[in-house]
């Protein structure tokens, strides 16, 4: 069987895979590229003002800055049950907020 090369799950951002030491993409290929362009492309696109559009490299990274926000300027209130990724930063950055139980049926309780 021959070696996979994924590049969904970002498994490196040290070095390059092994496995791709055989493709001539050389670094740019585990890089992730310069997100401003892409950025400023839609902020122009939809007529928003400079510095009002934020891509991420996936979605761990903006929950991660919406943590840090948070941590900084002001408090949560979390519907449960909710996307492990949250709970997480919450326990980790220490966060002041409410944790809304659901309901029985696991419904949001408003």
């Known amino acids: 069987m021959e070696p996979v090369l994924k590049l969904d799950f970002n ?4 070095k390059p895979s092994l496995l791709a030491k055989d493709y001539s993409y050389g670094e740019l290929l585990w890089k992730y590229p310069d997100r401003t362009i892409l950025e400023r ?27 840090r926000i948070i941590n900084e300027k002001s408090q949560f209130i979390l519907p449960l049950p909710a996307f492990s990724q ?15 139980k659901p309901k029985e049926d696991l419904s949001i309780d408003i």
Do not use: P
């Not at 492309?41 to 943590?67: R, Y």
């Not at 949250?86 to 809304?100: A, E, N, P, Q, R």
């Open 41 to 67: 492309e839609i902020e122009k696109k939809h007529q928003l003002k400079q510095l009002k559009v934020l891509c991420t490299n996936g979605g761990d990274e903006a929950i991660a800055l919406l943590m």
């Open 11 to 14: 498994e490196r951002s040290d």
């Open 86 to 100: 949250y709970t997480f930063g919450i326990k980790s950055w220490k966060l002041k907020g409410i944790l809304v």
